[in-house]
Nanobody
Framework: QLQLVESGGGLVQAGGSLRLSCVVSGKPPDYYALGWFRQAPGKEREAVSCQTLSGGSTNYADSVKGRFTISRDKNTVYLQMNLLKPEDTAIYYC??????????????????WGQGTQVTVSS
């Protein structure tokens, strides 16, 4: 059983940056991926970024490409968010994905979730 705990959310002005962290407890198999999803008020949860534990595959949703960067250091996965926009406002969730990190974002399926951290971008 994996446990994921996010931190690093907050309030930032448009154009600013934030870095989210997620500590993963338990050791997922090497074929797992770790990723980030987000859910804005009144909207469905959407995929943001994903990286396989092997490091062989890293993918991003089109809406964040060029602005967000996922990385990992041992049991912590990060999401560096730059050039933030008001539409990036959401609760961000860390996730572990048993099926890995397909190139098609719609195929990402999380098996374990963190509790979420709020990111608010003011205009």
């Amino acid at each position: 059983q994996l446990q994921l705990v996010e931190s690093g959310g907050g309030l930032v002005q448009a154009g600013g940056s934030l870095r989210l962290s997620c500590v993963v407890s338990g050791k997922p198999p090497d074929y797992y991926a770790l990723g980030w999803f987000r859910q804005a008020p009144g909207k469905e949860r959407e995929a943001v970024s994903c990286q396989t534990l092997s490091g062989g595959s890293t993918n991003y949703a089109d809406s964040v490409k060029g602005r967000f960067t996922i990385s990992r250091d041992k049991n912590t996965v990060y999401l560096q968010m730059n050039l933030l926009k008001p539409e990036d406002t959401a609760i961000y969730y860390c996730a572990a994905l048993e099926a890995g990190c397909p190139r098609r974002v719609s195929l990402w399926k999380a098996n374990f979730w963190g509790q979420g951290t709020q990111v608010t971008v003011s205009s």
